[in-house]
């Protein structure tokens, strides 16, 4: 079972990002997944989820309205949309399904 993460980088506030978690080793459409993040020195809080039929059923209230998240099955990859994006979004995001955490991409907001 695999869980990686891509797609973080330096973004400008107001910019757009997309976060890539690519899975292997298991039947991706029977799972829920989410999307984690943790800045420096706070701890690790979740951001979105993903229910097993690919409905979202949760968004941290501060990004709702700007984060997506959503997958592809025939690619076993979920994806979180980060739109607007803002200093305080500046973290390592983290994928999290089928009990098995990805090592996390990093997101750098620049002002």
């Known amino acids: 079972v695999q869980v990686v993460e891509s797609g973080g980088g330096l973004v400008h506030t107001g910019g757009s990002l997309r976060l890539s978690c690519a899975t292997s080793?298991?039947?991706?459409?029977?799972?829920?997944m989410s999307w984690y993040r943790q800045a420096p020195g706070k701890e690790r809080e979740l951001v979105a989820v993903l229910n097993s039929d690919g409905i979202p059923t949760y968004y941290m209230d501060s990004v709702k309205g700007r984060f997506t998240v959503s997958r592809d099955i025939a690619k076993s990859t979920a994806y979180l949309q980060m739109n607007g994006v803002k200093p305080d979004d500046a973290a390592v995001y983290y994928c999290?399904?089928?009990?098995?955490w990805g090592q996390g991409t990093q997101v750098t907001v620049s002002s």
């Open positions: 999290f399904m089928f009990g098995v």
């Open positions: 080793g298991f039947t991706f459409s029977t799972y829920a």
